[in-house]
């Protein structure tokens, strides 16, 4: 079956610097990734869908300049929360499409201290 | 908007009984319906997906089923066992092409030996 992956999948780091989260579809390509995050006890909710080769859509309310979406192959996505704050302490996941059905990353989860 | 809803949010039986867990959506049009499972602190494994011209799908001891114009899936999980319990992830995937899952709260379960 189709397998998606995330490095790191967790990550402490101090408010102010920024941290880069790479999703990959291992035995797909995958046109669109889309990048969730789920806070504890709380479902999973959509930030941003990332497009090969150009710019990402963000959900209402998410910020695209602090959470930076690349998406250069059809293989990586990227996500890199900079100057991240306590706040953006979450679980990160990814999700990418094959066919029918969608295919979800381990999750990523980020502590900003 | 769509929304996405699971009832209840909490539940506990014991070893051996069967169950349902419910899902609901407000809008009908949907490509297809999706249930999860995610454990404490971990990614989502894809149980059971149902396209929306279908009734239903099995796998193993869990059946799920859909009825669209309803909006209602159920998910059905026979002889429950202490390893089924988990977070259940109820997802819809609107119509509208490369659009991201919408997600309910979840049901957590905890099955006692």
């Known amino acids: 079956g189709a397998v998606v992956s995330q490095h790191p999948s967790w990550v402490i780091c101090k408010s102010g610097t920024s941290v880069k989260i790479e999703c990959r579809s291992l035995?797909?390509?995958?046109?669109?990734m889309f990048w969730y995050r789920q806070f504890p006890k709380q479902s999973l909710m959509l930030m941003a869908t990332?497009?090969?080769?150009?710019?990402?859509?963000?959900e209402q309310g998410v910020e695209k300049d602090k959470f930076l979406i690349n998406h250069a192959s059809l293989t990586l996505s990227t996500l890199t929360v900079t100057s991240a704050h306590p706040e953006d302490s979450s679980f990160y996941i990814c999700?990418?499409?094959?066919?029918?059905?969608?295919?979800f990353g381990p999750g990523t989860r980020l502590t900003v201290l | 908007k769509q929304e996405v809803t699971q009832i209840p949010a909490a539940l506990s039986v014991p070893e051996g009984e069967n169950l349902v867990l419910n899902c609901s959506f407000t809008?009908?049009?949907?490509?297809?319906l999706q249930w999860f499972r995610q454990d404490p602190g971990k990614g989502l494994t894809s149980l059971l997906l149902?396209?929306?011209?279908?009734r239903e799908q099995t796998s193993g001891r869990l059946n799920a089923s859909l009825d669209k114009s309803s909006g209602r899936s159920t998910l059905y999980i026979a002889a429950s066992q202490p390893g089924d319990s988990a977070t259940y992830l109820c997802?819809?995937?609107?119509?509208?092409?490369?659009?991201?899952?919408?997600f309910g709260k979840g049901t957590t379960l905890s099955v006692s030996s």
């Open positions: 999700s990418a499409r094959q066919g029918l059905g969608a295919f």
């Open positions: 990332s497009n090969e080769g150009s710019k990402a859509t963000y």
């Open positions: 035995d797909f390509q995958a046109t669109t």
């Open positions: 997802a819809v995937r609107p119509w509208q092409a490369g659009t991201a899952l919408i």
């Open positions: 149902i396209q929306s011209s279908q």
């Open positions: 809008d009908s049009a949907i490509y297809n």
